[in-house]
Structure formats: C-alpha cells, structure tokens
C-alpha cells in the first residue's frame, strides 16, 4: 500500500501551529505516563466501524507497547478490514486513529496523542532501525521518499521463508487492487526497499525484566539470549578476567527451536547452584529446562525440556527467585489486573518432581508498574522484587515474608531511581559474586549496561546509583536473560 501524501496533505501539515509542533515533538521523545495501562493478550472484536473527520481524537500518552499487545492491536483491523483513508478516523477499543498505513502502525504501537499526528515522514523520531536479521514480531518495515506514492509502512508478523527475504506482514493498503486491512506476504522484492525498523516504546513480554542466573555455577551471574531465529547464545561471566572488568566478552550458541517458547526466565530450580530455564508456550504450558552443563556434550546446559503446567496463559509477567531463603528459585507472577501471585517451589515434594503447582494471591496493584523482576538485592539470601513504572521510576520492595503478615512478601515499596525508561530490557543477578544482585540493561540502540550494587555505601540506601556501558550489539537478540 502506498501512503498517499498528496499536495493537499503536505498544506495541511504545514499550517500545524508552532503549539501543535512542540505539543507532537513532545509526544514523539515516547515519554511514557506515569500509569501503565495494561494491554489484553487477544484482540476484541472491534465495535460498528465509527467514521470521524480528521483530526482524529487525543489518544492520551504514549505507552509501552508489547509484541503480542501489538500483534492484537493490529489484528483487531482485521476482523472489521478497515477500509483505506486518509480523511477518516477509525475509532475501537485501542483509540482513535486516521485509517491510512501511519495511522494503523500509531493504533498498533499504542503511540499517544491524535490519531492523526503520524505519517512516515514522522515516525523514524519514534523508531530506532534495526538489522533485517532481527526483525521480530511488532516491528515494522518503513519507507518514505521523495515520492509520496512510494510511502508506505507495515507491522512485521515473521518470515515466511527461511532465508528471511519475504515477510509476513499486516498492514493499512488501498493499491494492489485491495482496500483494507490486509495480512500478507510480501516478495524479497517489494521487501528489499523497505527499512526495518522498531518502535522505540517496544517491549518484550518476557525479556523486558528478569532474573540473571548462574549458568556455570561459579557463583557469577551469565547471561543467556535467543535471537529471532530460535538460536540460543551462552555468555559465560568472565568480570576478573575481561578488559575493563566487562562481564560478558564471548557468546556462543548452544541450542536451536527457542522460538517456541513465548517467555523465558532463569533460576536455580533445583538447588544444585546452577541455573535452569522456565519457559511458557503460547498454549500457557509451563516448560522447565534443567541445567546439566557438566554433563551434555559440548557442555551446552540445557538441552532436554519437559511440561511442568497449564493454564499460565492467565499470566502476563513472570520472574524466578528465591523468595522464602530455602535455595530453590520460586516463581513470582502477576495478571493483567495487577494481582500478583506466588508459586512455591516443591520440586522435591511435588508429584513427578514438578516445582510449581501450588499458587497464592500475595499483592494487588502491580499493573502500575511495566517491569518486574525478583532478585536479592540485600544480600540475605531472599529474592526482593525491582520494578519501574512507565514513568522510568525505580521502585524496590524488600522481601520480608518472616515478618509481614500472612507470610506476603512484598508489602512496602519505595522510589530508588529515576530515567530508566531510556532501557529496553532490564535484568538483575549477582554480576559481581558478592551475594547482592546488580543490574544489566540494554538500550534500544543495542548498547549494554551494567548498575553495580552499592546498597551499603550509597546515599539512603539506594543500590542503583552508578551505570557504565559494557558491550554493543545486542539488539542482535531478541531476548535476554
């Protein structure tokens, strides 16, 4: 489909008042509202189509976006096929927005303010371009010109071949004899013009916070990433020894099919001191991953998986950690109506060995935040719980489940940082082998950084004070953990 910006829309553009020009850059920096706004995990039929002059109405403020949010945002234009239109406004559950192929990516990406603000000569201030090897899903294939017929932007779905030249896409067309809301697959071709790009309010519904476990059982938290591909990479913790004191130096792959799975964390299940992985699958089964590095060829840690669950699918976020000081990762989760949950870990008592089968309501509220992840921040041997708000506030939550009533352990939090919505993903393990778990982050433009923890020599305790960049290119991979 081709963005059609005739005369008339340029003029139309131009005469934006210079209160309207500073009111959209400031919506276009992706500054997200200090409440986050949980997405459904599946489209909604959409409501009788509503046709609106333009200017469509104000969206609010920006929000982070999830892949999977994303896909049913963009889905729910399907159902109805939207016709193509540059003078009307769409209006559904998700907003208001112009029916044309900008206004259709600003619906799909959650990006506030009018509906009609957006078009591909403005949306690179809100994307940041990726490698086409790394397109994943809820990205999206970008061009503008001199030509305003040759403009024209798309949702990336995945890649129809393996060669990864023709992808599927979804997108707001009105050439190529069909008008509408389309999911299709594009030619290498028609590809090969086409810019990838990711919205930089993206995030990873399992990546964008967790736990960083000890893959080697050294003591030194590693790191482990699956590219869009479905390769997994090892990066084994080398801080005494790299340049600088960078942890993670040297990756390799040590597994393939990763891309089955739809969230991934780390922690030590079994209590042998080495990490193992967890993982769901769309369907909501729960996948658990020991750890045997010392003992599969090529020491490649994890290699056989069994079903350990069902029904996780009513989960949005899901971390490891050792919560009640018994050696064991448990699993600590919340659902999009901001409940929060803890399964314990009874992998040695549990019929068939499986760890988590057993949950209990132990919060209300955690919709507020948009990353959660558990980890033992003060070095008691309890995992506490980090989290940020789409704000980029960082707020901490000791664990006190000896001492809270009805043994709940994450009652009182408090605000210990602030700008960390310039990262993408946020991890947190015990980086440096002194028992207290730090902080890795990732940026958009794929640059890696590492937060040691001072909690005993900063001012009021606060652990995250100090950041320095560590690695590039990461935005290679398209979960970490």
């Not at 399992?206 to 030194?220: A, E, N």
């Not at 390799?252 to 990490?275: E, F, K, M, P």
Request: aromatic fraction near 8%.
């Amino acid at each position: 489909m081709t963005d059609r910006r005739q005369q008339a829309g340029a003029a139309r553009l131009a005469a934006l008042s210079i209160a309207g020009t500073v009111a959209l850059a400031a919506a276009l920096a992706v500054a997200m509202p200090t409440q986050a706004v949980a997405m459904p995990t599946q489209a909604v039929a959409a409501p009788t189509q509503a046709l609106t002059p333009t200017p469509c109405d104000d969206n609010g403020g920006s929000r982070h976006v999830t892949r999977e949010t994303a896909l049913a945002r963009a889905r729910s234009w399907l159902s109805p096929k939207v016709p193509y239109s540059q003078q009307h406004c769409h209006r559904n559950q998700y907003g208001d927005y112009r029916m044309d192929c900008s206004g259709f990516l600003a619906m799909a990406w959650a990006i506030g303010g009018l509906g009609s603000d957006w078009w591909t000569g403005n949306l690179h201030l809100v994307t940041t371009p990726v490698a086409r090897g790394s397109l994943t899903l809820g990205d999206a294939l970008l061009r503008h010109t001199g030509d305003p017929a040759e403009n024209h932007v798309a949702l990336f779905v995945r890649w129809a071949d393996s060669a990864q030249t023709m992808p599927v896409v979804i997108e707001q067309t009105g050439a190529d004899s069909v008008e509408g809301t389309i999911e299709r697959t594009w030619s290498s071709d028609k590809a090969s013009v086409y810019t990838p790009v990711r919205y930089n309010g993206m995030v990873d519904a399992d990546g964008i916070s967790g736990g960083l476990g000890d893959v080697s059982g050294d003591g030194y938290a590693d790191l482990l990433a699956t590219k869009p591909d479905g390769t997994l990479h090892y990066y084994g913790n080398n801080i005494n020894t790299n340049p600088d004191n960078r942890p993670y130096g040297d990756g390799r792959q040590i597994g393939t099919g990763w891309n089955g799975l739809n969230r991934i964390v780390s922690g030590d299940v079994s209590g042998d001191g080495y990490a193992d992985v967890v993982g769901t699958k769309p369907d909501g089964t729960l996948w658990y991953y020991a750890n045997n590095i010392n003992t599969n060829p090529d020491n490649r840690p994890y290699t056989d998986g069994r079903q350990i669950g069902t029904g996780w699918t009513l989960f949005n976020r899901l971390t490891l950690g050792d919560v009640n000081g018994d050696g064991h990762a448990d699993l600590v989760a919340t659902k999009p109506d901001g409940t929060l949950w803890y399964y314990g870990n009874n992998i040695n008592t549990n019929p068939d060995n499986r760890p988590y089968t057993d949950g209990r309501q132990i919060g209300t509220g955690w919709n507020q935040y948009n990353r959660i992840m558990a980890g033992d921040v003060t070095g008691d041997a309890h995992a506490d719980l980090v989290a940020t708000k789409p704000d980029g506030t960082l707020h901490y939550y000791g664990n006190n489940i000896n001492t809270n009533p009805d043994n709940r352990p994450y009652t009182d939090g408090r605000q210990i940082g602030t700008g960390w919505n310039g990262f993408n993903r946020i991890l947190i393990g015990d980086v440096t082998g002194d028992a207290h778990a730090d902080l890795v982050a990732t940026k958009p433009d794929g640059t890696l950084h590492y937060y040691g923890n001072n909690i005993n020599t900063n001012p009021d305790n606060r652990p995250y004070t100090d950041g320095r960049q560590i690695g590039t290119g990461w935005n290679g991979f398209n979960r970490i953990f």
